[in-house]
């Protein structure tokens, strides 16, 4: 597993959030300047994973988030990206799912789950490395952790095949 590609993803959002980035190379040189190792090889990869596209952003083309239309598709892929990327433990107590992942990795599937907007979700509370996803019944917790287990089973596939 790649833990700079994690911490790397988080700070790209985080830049094309807070400021104008125009060209793959101010996305490298902000990174570097941030103590994070990049390439524009590498920032390309990045691009295509987090659906980064260019809009129109202080009178110039920039680098954005994918929008709020769609939100359902966009968020599906970002799990599945982000569950191919990081351990997952799932328990259960009562009908809440317990997910526990990296430092850092809770809030980003958290938010991932929560723009799902599936209605057996009732709610979701993250911390740093462990999330709490509040389920309105056992059989929905059970379909729920089938899928968020099938989904992390094909990135730890992917993980050991590397």
Do not use: W
């Not at 790397?8 to 190792?37: F, K, N, W």
């Amino acid at each position: 597993m790649d833990l700079g590609k994690s911490v790397r993803h988080r700070a790209l959002r985080d830049l094309v959030t807070r400021r104008p980035i125009r060209t793959q190379r101010e996305l490298v040189t902000a990174l570097r300047a941030q103590g994070i190792p990049a390439t524009q090889a590498t920032i390309s990869r990045d691009i295509t994973e987090l659906g980064l596209y260019k809009a129109e952003r202080g009178g110039s083309s920039a680098y954005a988030l994918p929008a709020e239309a769609g939100v359902e598709q966009t968020a599906e892929a970002r799990l599945r990206s982000l569950l191919a990327d990081v351990p997952l433990e799932l328990s259960t107590a009562a009908s809440i799912l317990v997910l526990r992942t990296l430092p850092g990795s809770a809030h980003a599937i958290a938010a991932s789950l929560d723009r799902l907007r599936l209605p057996e979700i009732v709610g979701t509370v993250a911390g740093d490395d462990t999330l709490f996803v509040a389920l309105s019944d056992a059989t929905a917790l059970r379909s729920l952790r089938s899928k968020l287990t099938a989904l992390a089973d094909r990135g730890a596939a992917g993980r050991s095949g590397r």
